[in-house]
Nanobody, 124 residues
């Protein structure tokens, strides 16, 4: 089992920044690809960003490319999502996820473990 706990969400004005953190415990963190997803009210959960086990090969949804940065610290068992130039449409609950597949993919089906989510609200 892997336990994931997100933090860092909150209320921010459009154009502002937030940094989300996801602390992992349980099994060896570096064995897992990590990803961030988000879900807005009335919408399906959508992929935001992913990062491979070693920290290389980050991948982003087109909607956040150039504004968000995913990173991980395997020594601290933590994955981060730096969010800059936030827009109203970024408002959602953000979830971190861990997957043991060969590669980090965009589908939620590729991740076995999920955090409880953290709310990000961007005011226009």
């Amino acid at each position: 089992q892997v336990q994931l706990v997100e933090s860092g969400g909150g209320l921010v004005q459009a154009g502002g920044s937030l940094r989300l953190s996801c602390a992992a415990s349980g099994r060896t963190f570096s064995n897992y690809n990590m990803a961030w997803f988000r879900q807005a009210p009335g919408k399906e959960r959508e992929f935001v960003a992913s990062i491979s086990r070693s920290g290389g090969i980050p991948f982003y949804a087109d909607s956040v490319k150039g504004r968000f940065t995913i990173s991980r610290d395997n020594a601290q068992n933590t994955v981060y999502l730096q969010m800059n130039s936030l827009k109203y449409e970024d408002t959602a609950v953000y979830y971190c996820a861990a997957g043991s597949g060969l590669i980090a993919i965009m589908s939620p089906n590729g991740y076995e473990y999920w955090g409880q989510g953290t709310q990000v609200t961007v005011s226009s």
